[in-house]
Every structure is written in structure tokens, then in C-alpha cells.
């Protein structure tokens, strides 16, 4: 067990390609974590890993591993570097206490920086800047802190400064302390004094020190302190400056980490009542699953203690189910092996192996229930259909995507209530391009149809109806007959379902076959069977014979109702209109606006910046099919986006044939 001020939870987050894999590598080497990489870091030509870190990438991925620094234990949270994975982000957030955004010292400011910044603002996660490359020609600390000063609101104060630039990067600075830290052949060498630029820097530190309550000499101690308090508060971005590459600047990255950002103790989780628990390992247990991983022995689910401590042996709730389970093997997860311990105290994540947990379920102490928080899962708007090419592989396609959908429960599982195929729901094309590999990496192989996507149907106009369903086979008979009402609902509201039954014309033990049968009816929608979502449905009213009715009638006379009605309703096509942001050169602003016009786009917003255009548009995500590649070629590769669901919107009438007639 770990004491809990002596731990930090931290992801790094940055757009692609920052460094932040290699930084990643970088510290688990400096802990002690991993062996020495070889010498990829000492040549002068960037090039990808060695095959050794990129056997070490399957475990450095993993969802959290530890390290120890300095007498504290890191625990580094995973998050993926492409922002498509809404989920994946979200649930690491919730995990982590703090961030360092890893910034590349020539681009700046990237839109996927701006992305993950924001969420980071959004669950209100402290952190550090990181920016990386400066051994790079064209890289600038003083032109990146202009660029996040221009785009976020808050206010990144460095504490370290370069020395040297580009291929003369040879340290940095620390601006705390006053002193020089240099690394020649891997070895750090600290001297005292700092040089005038340095200085000016300090100078800027001091002041915002001193607005901060240290005074105007403030001492190291005094310093950090300060910088602390505005940090947690998320006032001040203490930022440090390196080349993760190189080496360089990565042990006083870490140094910061201990000393500026949070420890549990100063977090508070939120339960699903609003109540804030506080992060104490005396008091009754609450921990989050956030992630189920497969590991060579079989399933674990990653927890974080919140509250209390999980001990081997001891008996928790699992509130989603009401069952207690008697807590099994508890381990520890490091790069590269794990550790079997016997407790987890609030603050610390581990691994519990052979639970039946979901994404986002809360275990907690069977005297003192609690919920946390849930993870909010997106919603799926991109679906593909799946075959296996065997009757004998169909068992291994369902197991395979079985797990592979409950340890990402952005992917959704589905029937097409028309043909029986699997069809597997997900964020986008990628999110599903990704699942399929991941698939295939198990021996399934399946043959996919091209993704498509999710769309939906809304009712028009209010209809009543009435259906009997009659049958005289010779045996007992089947008898149900149901009038309903149905309209349209507010979108995301589901199925709104009224009793407006004035007699015992329709006994009402009947009204739950009733509703399945509604809710069956709802799945495929008469104008191109696509699901009805949303929908109001009163029953009005109906008739029961003494011998012949049972609810399997009722089902099916209410499902014969609402699909007649359905049908009379001049209902319409929804489809999914996703929110785009796109970061684009400005030379190549007119291009990027031009090619969302075609694509039935909207523009809501530019934002112009030195050398690039933040550009807000929405645009249906039908148009959107290979749009990464479309981007890439209108900017030169300059340009980057992301995209998450804004909302479900009426198809124009043209587009409409045209779906209908390539669905048909
Ligand atoms: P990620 O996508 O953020 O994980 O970025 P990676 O760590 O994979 O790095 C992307 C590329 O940048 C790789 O080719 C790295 O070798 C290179 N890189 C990362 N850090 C540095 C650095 O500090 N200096 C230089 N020159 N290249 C770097």
C-alpha cells in the first residue's frame, strides 16, 4: 500500500506525433522501469523505434503503469492520442489527477493540443506543459508560450528556459532553483547561475510568484508553493521545455510533476447523488472500473480506489447488479511485470483479476453504497455489418467481439433486425477500421461490408390506430386487439409510453407485452428500417378474449399497431450531423471552406491565428468518409480535425432517395 500524498496519477496527452511515446519510454527508462533502449536517442536522424521499444509499446500502453520517482510512486494513465477515441479519453480523464500536455516546440499549438486541453478544462485536470523538440531547427519556447498565452485562457508561466538552441540544445534552466542542467552523453550535469535570457524569464516567474502570494524574493520553497496553489486551481501552466528525444529536460519534468501537481488527497470524485468524496483510506470503500485489459493470464479490470481501501479477501458491493463478491487477486502494473499486493488504498490504481466488471462500474463497501460518477459513453453513429466466412468461425466471431466489446463500450453490438447479420456500432471509420484489426490480430477474419451509417427515422405527424390480430387454428387461438396512439417525441427522450385506458377493455397485466411490442416495432421504421428512437405512444384502448390472448398476442398486435401507424405518419430520415473542428493553414483556408461546402457543411466559426484558421463547422457524418485523406491533400498535410456527434438532423429529400435506394 502506497501513502496517498506520496502518489500522482498523470496522463500525458498531446496531438500525434508531439513525442509523447517516446516521452513516455523516456520515463520509464529514468525510473528504472525499462533497460536501457540501445542508442536511438544519440543519432541525428529521427527515426522510428527500435524493435525492442516497439515490443515495450504493447506494455508502456497498457492503462496505467507505475513508477517510482524521488520517494514518490508515478502512476502514468494512458491516454490515446487520437481524440476519435472520445471514449477512451474521457475515461482517462476520470482516472488521472493531473496532465503534462506535451507540446512540439516547432508547431505549437496543434488542434489536437486545443482538443485535449479542453477536455482537460471540462473534468477540471491541472497540469503541466511539456514542450518537446527543441533540439529541432525551427523549434522556439518563447513562440510556443506566445501561442498557448493566444489560445487558452489561462496563463503558462515557464520554468525552465532553454540552453542552447536547435542542434546546440544542450539543457535547461531552472528558473526555481537558479541553476543549469546539462546532458552530455547521457549524463546530467548541474551547475549554478543562469544565463541573461534565463534571467528575463525568471524575472516573469517571480512576478507571477509574487501575485500569487510568495513575495517579491521569494525563496525555491516559497516559489513552488505558490506555483502549486495556482496550478491546482488551475489559474497558472507551469511549463518546461525539453527534447524527450534527446533525453533531455525529462528528470526535472518529473521533479515537476511531484511538486505541482495533484496528489489524490487534493481531488474530489463525484458519486451519481453529487456528493463529494474525499480521498481517504480509512473510510468506506468506493473504486471506479475504468478499463477492462487482457493480460497473458486473462481478464483484469483497472480500478481506482476513490475512497477507502480494496483488501484481498474482503467482501464488496457491485451496486449495478446488487451482488457482493469476495474480492480476488490484487496487483500491482509496471511496465514490464506485475505484483501481486494485497490491498489498494484510496489514490492508487491496480488490477483485480477474475471480476465480471463493466467499463464505468463502481465496487464499494456493502454497509455504505455508493455510485460514482458514470463514464459517459458516446453514442454510435457509424455501423458495419459483419460475416464470417464459416459457419464454424461464427462461435469465434462472437466470443471475439463479445470482449472486444466490453472492454470498449463505445462499440456496440447489434442484429439487423432485417437480415440477422452482427453489425458492430462505433464512433467513426477509424474506431471501426481499428476494431476490425484488432479482430483479425485474434484470427477472426470477417468479411465487412464498408461501414455506414447510423441512421435514424423520427415520426411526422400523430396517428391513431387499432389492429386485431385474429388466428382460428384448430388448437387454442391467439386474440389480442390494441389501439394506440402514436406521435413524435423530443429526440432523446426514447419511448414514452401512456396508459389511457378508460375500462377493463384491455386487462392491464397486458401492457407490458404492449410496450415490447412497441419497442420491437421501433427497431426498424417504415421509411427505410432504420430504428425510430424517439417516439410518444398512448394506449387507447383494446380487447382481451378469456381463453385465446396471451401476452406473446399482445406483443405482436402492438407491434402490428404502431408499425401501421408508423407507416401513415410522413415521418423523415434523420442522419448524424457531426461537429467538425479543423485547424488549417490560412493559405489554404479557401480550399478547406470549398470542400465543406460540398460536403453539405455548415461554417459557423473562424478563428484566425498567426499562421493558421481554426474553422467550427457541422457537417453530415455521410459526407465525412475519407475526409482525413481529403484534408491531407487540401493542406499540404498541414491541416488536422476532429470530430464528435453535434446532433441528429431531418435528410434533405434528395440525399434521402439516394440513401433509400442504395439501402434498399
Ligand atoms: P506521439 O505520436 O506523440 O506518441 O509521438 P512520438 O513519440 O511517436 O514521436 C513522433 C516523432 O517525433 C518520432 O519520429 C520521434 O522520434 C520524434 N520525436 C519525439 N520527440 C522528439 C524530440 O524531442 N526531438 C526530435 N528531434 N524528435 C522527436
Not at 506494455?59 to 502512476?75: E, K, M, P
Not at 514542450?131 to 508560450?145: E, F, H, I, Q, Y
Not at 498565452?149 to 540544445?169: H, M, N, S, T, Y
Not at 406483443?555 to 448524424?576: D, I, N, T, Y
Request: aromatic share 4%.
Amino acid at each position: 500500500m502506497t501513502r496517498n500524498h506520496c502518489l500522482r496519477n498523470f496522463g500525458i496527452v498531446a496531438h500525434v506525433d508531439a513525442g509523447k511515446t517516446t516521452l513516455t519510454e523516456r520515463i520509464l527508462h529514468v525510473t528504472g522501469r525499462i533497460r536501457r533502449t540501445g542508442d536511438v536517442h544519440d543519432g541525428n536522424t529521427v527515426t522510428d523505434f527500435d524493435p525492442s521499444e516497439r515490443s515495450h509499446g504493447i506494455t508502456i500502453n497498457a492503462a496505467s503503469v507505475r513508477c517510482d520517482w524521488q520517494g514518490h510512486v508515478l502512476q502514468l494513465i494512458d491516454t490515446p492520442g487520437h481524440i476519435d477515441f472520445g471514449l477512451e479519453v474521457e475515461r482517462s480523464l476520470r482516472v488521472l489527477d493531473g496532465a503534462v500536455v506535451v507540446l512540439d516546440g516547432v508547431a505549437g499549438v496543434e488542434a489536437q493540443t486545443e482538443g485535449v486541453w479542453r477536455q482537460c478544462d471540462r473534468h477540471g485536470v491541472p497540469r503541466l506543459a511539456f514542450v518537446n523538440k527543441l533540439d529541432r531547427p525551427g523549434s522556439d519556447m518563447s513562440a510556443t508560450l506566445t501561442a498557448m498565452r493566444a489560445r487558452f485562457d489561462v496563463e503558462p508561466v515557464a520554468i525552465q528556459w532553454p540552453l542552447g538552441k536547435e542542434r546546440d540544445f544542450v539543457g535547461v534552466a531552472d528558473l526555481i532553483h537558479q541553476r543549469r542542467l546539462e546532458w552530455r552523453d547521457g549524463e546530467l550535469t548541474i551547475t549554478s547561475g543562469l544565463p541573461a535570457e534565463a534571467l528575463a524569464a525568471r524575472a516573469a516567474l517571480v512576478e507571477m510568484g509574487d501575485h500569487f502570494g510568495a513575495g517579491s524574493d521569494p525563496t525555491p520553497e516559497g516559489l513552488v508553493a505558490a506555483l502549486r496553489e495556482a496550478t491546482l486551481a488551475g489559474l497558472v501552466v507551469p511549463t518546461l521545455g525539453g527534447s524527450a528525444y534527446k533525453h533531455r529536460g525529462v528528470e526535472p519534468l518529473l521533479d515537476a510533476v511531484v511538486a505541482l501537481l495533484p496528489a489524490p488527497k487534493d481531488r474530489r470524485v463525484g458519486t451519481a447523488d453529487g456528493e463529494a468524496l474525499e480521498a481517504d483510506p480509512e473510510a468506506p470503500l468506493a473504486a471506479l472500473c475504468f478499463k477492462l485489459e487482457e493480460q497473458t493470464f486473462g481478464r483484469v479490470a483497472m480500478v481506482r480506489i476513490y475512497r477507502g481501501t480494496l483488501r484481498r479477501g474482503e467482501v464488496v458491493l457491485h451496486p449495478r447488479t446488487g451482488r457482493t463478491f469476495r474480492v480476488g487477486r490484487l496487483l500491482h502494473v509496471f511496465a514490464d511485470r506485475h505484483d501481486e499486493v494485497q490491498a489498494l488504498a484510496a489514490g492508487e490504481i491496480g488490477a483485480i483479476v477474475g471480476m465480471p466488471l463493466g467499463t464505468g462500474d463502481t465496487l464499494c463497501d456493502p454497509s455504505h453504497p455508493v455510485a460514482l460518477e458514470a463514464i459517459a459513453v458516446p453514442e454510435p453513429v457509424m455501423r458495419v455489418a459483419l460475416e464470417p466466412r464459416s459457419r464454424r468461425e461464427q462461435a469465434a466471431l462472437g466470443a471475439a467481439l463479445a470482449k472486444l466489446v466490453s472492454a470498449d463500450p463505445s462499440l456496440r453490438l447489434e442484429t439487423d433486425p432485417e437480415t440477422g447479420q452482427t453489425v458492430l456500432a462505433g464512433l467513426g471509420e477509424l474506431h471501426l477500421a481499428i476494431a476490425l484489426e484488432r479482430l483479425a490480430a485474434h484470427d477472426v477474419v470477417v468479411n465487412a461490408k464498408p461501414p455506414r451509417v447510423a441512421y435514424r427515422e423520427a415520426l411526422g405527424q400523430s396517428v391513431e390506430q387499432s389492429f386485431t390480430l385474429k388466428k382460428q387454428t384448430g388448437g387454442p387461438g391467439t386474440y389480442a386487439q390494441v389501439e394506440l396512439r402514436i406521435e413524435p417525441a423530443e429526440p432523446g427522450v426514447g419511448l414514452v409510453f401512456e396508459d389511457a385506458l378508460r375500462g377493463e377493455e384491455l386487462p392491464r397485466h397486458y401492457l407490458p407485452a404492449v410496450r415490447a411490442g412497441v419497442e420491437q416495432a421501433m427497431q426498424i421504421g417504415p421509411i427505410g428500417g432504420y430504428p425510430i428512437p424517439d417516439a410518444r405512444v398512448t394506449v387507447l384502448g383494446g380487447k382481451a378474449h378469456e381463453r385465446d390472448s396471451s401476452d406473446h398476442a399482445f406483443q405482436a398486435a402492438a407491434a402490428r399497431a404502431f408499425s401501421l401507424a408508423a407507416a401513415q405518419s410522413e415521418g423523415c430520415l434523420l442522419e448524424p450531423i457531426m461537429s467538425v473542428v479543423i485547424e488549417t493553414p490560412g493559405d489554404r483556408l479557401g480550399e478547406v471552406i470549398g470542400d465543406l461546402g460540398r460536403r453539405r457543411g455548415r461554417v459557423l466559426g473562424m478563428d484566425p491565428k498567426a499562421t493558421t484558421t481554426v474553422v467550427r463547422a457541422e457537417a453530415p457524418l455521410a459526407e465525412l468518409f475519407g475526409y482525413s485523406g481529403a484534408l491531407r491533400a487540401a493542406t499540404g498535410g498541414r491541416g488536422s480535425f476532429s470530430l464528435s456527434l453535434a446532433s441528429y438532423a431531418p435528410v434533405p429529400g434528395s440525399v434521402a432517395r439516394e440513401v433509400l435506394k442504395s439501402s434498399a
